[in-house]
């Protein structure tokens, strides 16, 4: 008699084994479903709009060093020689443009944002000349152009892969990608179909 209850225990505990086993299978199987669904889901345009997004901030954060060793800015402290009077602040625009040349060689950016970078070294020499100075941050450079922020972001480098990235398909040639960094924030990036391909066209900082 015992032996027949030790079997029949034996029994259903081996069924319930294999049905909690059978059931984890088919979760795994439908979690593995959604996550495949999840990723069908973007469109090819989606996709290239978004290693787009991914590759211009990688290709920067890369090359600051490159960019930073054209000296747009003239005068203030850094360029007075010792026992001088620093300079007042003026645009070096023969090294604006070999900055603006290496922005477009990255092959990101469309001419309009380029232009609207050229823009903004025309805006800062004319305040200089009507606003003379030399010291503190030089005005229209005191913050970086592509994160807007005074902040070091370079960490968030790391983060581009992980985060989350959203795109509003406005039309066929126009778009917008959103996306949060944990260190440097949120940003709306529009972008414009040139022929077969996707450019940036406006880089935004955008609230949380």
Not at 17 to 36: G, H
Not at 131 to 147: A, C, I, S, V
Request: charged content about 35%; overall charge negative; some cysteine.
């Amino acid at each position: 008699m015992k032996r027949k209850v030790i079997y029949v225990l034996f029994s259903i505990l081996f069924l319930q084994s294999c049905q909690n086993k059978d059931k984890s299978q088919l979760e795994n199987n439908s979690i593995d479903k959604v996550d495949l669904d999840e990723k069908s889901d973007l469109s090819n345009d989606s996709k290239e709009q978004i290693t787009l997004v991914k590759g211009f901030m990688k290709w920067y954060i890369n090359n600051m060093d490159m960019l930073g060793k054209f000296d747009v800015i003239g005068g203030g402290p850094m360029d007075a020689k010792e026992n001088e009077e620093a300079e007042n602040y003026y645009v070096d625009f023969k090294e604006a443009e070999k900055y603006i040349l290496e922005l477009k060689r990255s092959g990101f950016l469309t001419d309009n944002l380029l232009k609207n970078e050229e823009k903004s070294f025309l805006e800062a020499d004319k305040y200089y000349k009507e606003n003379p100075e030399n010291d503190g941050p030089p005005y229209g450079f005191d913050y970086d152009h592509f994160f807007f922020t005074q902040e070091a972001f370079e960490e968030d480098l790391l983060n581009i892969d992980k985060s989350k990235y959203v795109v509003n398909q406005k039309d066929d040639f126009n778009s917008e990608v959103t996306f949060v960094l944990p260190i440097s924030g949120s940003y709306k990036y529009s972008l414009k179909k040139i022929g077969t391909k996707w450019f940036i066209e406006k880089i935004e900082s955008v609230m949380k």
